[in-house]
């Protein structure tokens, strides 16, 4: 059974940091593509950043220069290094793993993200 499990999410102060880990089972995770996604109330739910199987990486503008993804195919697990956090990247984050483009893959349960004083 294919698993994905999100953790690393809580309540930060502004300019503080958090690691997001993804973790899979049930897959071989090293061959997917996998993305970040967020999902603030009243939002949209958007792609934040992305690792391909190459370990090519794409970030969302308001994202790029503070949030890292990388992955350990050892460890079957894909992270988001968030640095320099910001109130308005208070959101669910959500872990996507699709073996093509064509397909909506598998999703995790989410993690909440708070930044706050």
């Known amino acids: 059974q294919v698993r994905l499990v999100e953790s690393g999410g809580g309540l930060v102060q502004p300019g503080g940091s958090l690691r997001l880990s993804c973790a899979a089972s049930?897959?071989?995770?090293?061959?997917?593509?996998v993305g970040w996604y967020r999902q603030a109330p009243g939002n949209q739910r958007e792609l934040v950043a992305r690792i391909t199987s190459t370990s090519s990486t794409n970030y969302a503008d308001s994202v790029k220069g503070r949030f890292t993804i990388s992955r350990d195919n050892a460890k079957n697990t894909v992270y988001l290094q968030m640095n320099n956090l910001k109130p308005e990247d208070t959101a669910v984050y959500y872990c996507?793993?699709?073996?093509?483009?064509?397909?909506?893959?598998?999703w995790g349960q989410g993690t909440q993200v708070t930044v706050s004083s």
């Open positions: 996507n793993a699709r073996f093509t483009m064509g397909t909506s893959g598998y």
């Open positions: 049930g897959i071989i995770f090293s061959r997917y593509a």
